[in-house]
């Protein structure tokens, strides 16, 4: 009897009232398509995650912008919040993977991984509840920049020839092997590393999304819509989302980090003489 009422509570669950609407609506990808909050139909039409994208941009430039506007011989306060988010980037990435060559690099690597954990946390930041880089325009974006820094560096390093020559022709390769590898190669080092830079972030930005919306939606539904015994599994729900959300905090950090750290391995070799 109580398996038979379950039962039939779990139908209700997953159906959807056409006459009112109500039932359990599970996330779809129209959540990463918002309307127009502002200026709609124009060429400045602001969705929210563009208006999320440029608070954060925003909150971020300020932040940088206060820590170092007074420059004392000894931290305090928000200067050493600033120094410690720079020395982070540079000892972890800049300094580990560059070296020498790091310095040149430091702004832009620096800004990039910044940007981009400021970017991915706001999917779970009160109000927001979207990762601006869930959308495929930011990643794609920062992708094709990454790919233009590595490929100018190169050039300028080795010269053009020099260049296409180290990574088309690897050193050490019989010549007959080159029918195969050089086609490998230039598909891996110029089309397929935007592609992935980009579809590793959007994938995990963007199913991190989908899984909070499913568990806190369902947690909303179990608790104030659903009768009887259903509204018990509120409680699990609930805490599968704020584990996810413990989880979502652990990959916007390590997206950011995994994006940045390859970015400067991308520039790291093709600034190198031989790979």
């Known amino acids: 009897m109580v398996a038979n009422s379950i039962a039939v ?158 990574n088309l022709f690897p050193a050490g390769v019989p010549a007959p092997i080159y029918v195969l590898v050089t086609p490998i190669e230039f598909i891996s080092t110029f089309i397929l590393r935007p592609v992935t830079l980009t579809v590793r972030l959007l994938a995990n930005m963007m199913s991190g999304h989908l899984l909070l919306v499913l568990f806190f939606g369902a947690t909303q539904y179990f608790l104030i819509e659903s009768a009887g015994i259903m509204k018990a599994v509120a409680i699990p729900s609930f805490f599968m989302g704020f584990a996810f959300t413990l989880f979502e905090i652990l990959v916007a950090f390590l997206q950011a980090y995994i994006f940045t750290l390859l970015t400067a391995v991308y520039i790291d070799s093709a600034t190198s003489a031989e790979h």
Not at 41 to 46: M, R, S, V
Not at 85 to 96: G, M, T
Not at 132 to 153: D, R, Y
Request: net charge negative; proline share 5%.
């Open 9 to 166: 509570q779990l139908q209700s669950v997953l159906s959807v009232s056409g006459d009112e609407g109500g039932g359990f609506h599970a996330p779809t990808i129209s959540e990463f398509f918002p309307g127009p909050l502002l200026f709609e139909g124009t060429l400045f039409e602001l969705s929210r995650i563009n208006a999320i994208g440029l608070l954060m941009t925003g909150l971020l430039c300020l932040f940088f912008v206060l820590a170092f506007s007074k420059n004392n011989f000894v931290p305090r306060g928000i200067q050493n919040l600033g120094e410690m988010a720079v020395d982070f980037v540079q000892v972890q990435i800049i300094d580990e993977i560059l070296g020498h060559k790091g310095p040149r690099y430091a702004v832009y690597l620096t800004s990039m991984f910044w940007l981009l954990l400021a970017f991915n946390i706001t999917g779970i930041l009160p109000l927001m509840h979207i990762s601006v880089t869930s959308v495929i325009g930011f990643p794609f974006l920062l992708a094709i920049v990454s790919w233009v820094v590595f490929n100018f560096e190169g050039v300028r390093a080795n010269g053009p020839g020099a260049y296409l020559k180290n």
